[in-house]
């Protein structure tokens, strides 16, 4: 891994209403790797995604960022304008997926360039045909296409993803793996929370375990963890 490129997390520990969720967590994102986090339901993947991704504030922790260990408080503008959490149910904008991928970046919407890079998004994504559609109104992994095509245009280099896959048929799941897979080539660091480990297993270069608050060792390739 390149350290100037990567970010590490050091000694991340979370605690709600009493209750240890995280403790003492190390975790590194770089680019071009795909980490795959699984645990029981309560975990705390959920928790850590959004800590990772400066959504939630943790008790305790430290990031390392182009050499320097700062507190998770100095970190989270960086966190936030240089990673994406996307939840399992990615948030949709009313209106059409080409106005989705438009607003992705509002500053570039009259853009013609930017225009130009939604038009071979669309084609990425095989969203194409769907691009006069209510995004609200499309199937759970198209939605999910959608919003890696907006994770695409942003130009996102952490992406921090939360049961991508759920409740996708066949078909969605390996289209959206492709596109994860192409992410991934690109130089984009992936990090996939889920309950199913095995259907990332010929992408994944790491695979941890959350238990108990703490990251253990991997489960074995293909296994299911169970809720």
Excluded at 15 to 43: H, K, M, Q
Excluded at 96 to 119: C, F, G, M, Q, W
Excluded at 135 to 162: E, I, K, M
Excluded at 180 to 202: Q, S, W, Y
Aim: aromatic share 6%.
């Amino acid at each position: 891994m390149n350290a100037d490129r990567q970010i590490a997390y050091s000694m991340i520990s979370k605690s709600w209403n009493r209750r240890l969720i995280l403790e003492s967590v190390d975790v590194t994102a770089a680019p071009g790797y795909f980490t795959v986090l699984c645990g029981e339901n309560g975990s705390g993947k959920t928790t850590l995604l959004k800590i990772l991704t400066g959504l939630v504030r943790p008790d305790r922790g430290t990031v390392v960022r182009y050499g320097r260990t700062v507190t998770w408080g100095q970190a989270r503008g960086g966190l936030l304008r240089d990673t994406l959490y996307l939840h399992q149910t990615p948030y949709m904008f009313s209106g059409s997926v080409y106005r989705n991928l438009i607003l992705s970046t509002p500053r570039k919407a009259d853009s013609a360039s930017h225009r130009k890079r939604v038009e071979e998004v669309l084609e990425w994504a095989q969203l194409a045909h769907y691009r006069n559609d209510p995004a609200r109104t499309l199937s759970g992994g198209q939605q999910q296409r959608v919003a890696l095509a907006r994770a695409s245009l942003n130009g996102s280099a952490f992406l921090f993803l939360d049961e991508p896959t759920a409740n996708m048929d066949t078909r969605s799941v390996e289209r959206t793996l492709g596109l994860l897979r192409e992410l991934k080539d690109m130089g984009t660091a992936i990090m996939v929370c889920t309950h199913n480990p095995g259907i990332f297993e010929n992408m994944s270069d790491r695979t941890l375990l959350l238990d108990r608050g703490r990251i253990h060792e991997s489960p074995e390739a293909g296994e299911e963890i169970t809720a």
